[in-house]
């Protein structure tokens, strides 16, 4: 398989970056980890494919998860696009990002889901403000609203990076790596594999 590279760095790391704060910890610790932060995060991008082959992303809020909490769940309304997009297309990627530059990228497949009784289940009356009653005895967005649905994200990959320092133990890593010409140890750079979720999710 090709892959891009615009130098030779020799025997030295070219992603120096990568190579000292990536780290291994237990299978627990780094799946741990990323369910604390994607519940603390909660907003992300939902990226799909669209019919026409672009990439369009999505501002989502996780309802919930499942499967030992390694798969994200979010409300959806059936008739939006992105529906259709991951009818045509399930391959999906989830990214969290906060202010303080820690992120997560889930790749995935993703389904839409309209069975009643597990929309009910994760339902929300907030719900009720991005649907909007139409007046028919129907389209109420209450929990029996046709258009309210699901969508699930089951998690092939997890990437993510959470700081090991605080923002100003971070800006003094960084100054000192400016200086010593080295980059700074100050991330939790960690990737879980399909093999370690499905490991996961059966605990």
């Given at each position: 398989?090709a ?13 120096p ?34 019919n ?28 939006s ?12 990627n ?110």
């Open positions: 398989m892959s891009f590279s615009n130098t030779d760095t020799g025997s030295k790391p070219a992603d970056y990568t190579a000292k704060n990536t780290q291994e910890p237990s299978l627990k610790e780094k799946v741990e980890d990323f369910i604390k932060f994607a519940s603390n995060a909660k907003f992300c991008l939902l990226t799909t494919k669209t026409d082959g672009l990439l369009a992303s999505r501002a989502m809020a996780v309802a919930s998860k499942e499967n030992n909490d390694v798969d994200l769940i979010f409300h959806t309304n059936t008739e696009g992105k529906t259709d997009d991951i009818e045509a297309n399930s391959e999906v989830v990214g969290f990002l906060t202010s303080s530059g820690e992120w997560a990228s889930v790749s995935g497949t993703a389904s839409v889901v309209t069975d009643r009784a597990q929309v009910e289940q994760h339902y929300s009356p907030a719900l009720k403000a991005w649907l909007g009653d139409l007046g028919d005895g129907k389209h109420d967005g209450g929990p029996q609203d046709p258009r309210i649905g699901l969508i699930k994200v089951h998690a092939t990959t997890i990437t993510y990076a959470l700081s090991t320092k605080s923002m100003i133990g971070s800006a003094i890593e960084l100054v000192k790596g400016v200086i010593q010409g080295e980059p700074p140890a100050i991330n939790k750079l960690r990737y879980v594999t399909q093999a370690e979720l499905q490991q996961y999710r059966s605990l």
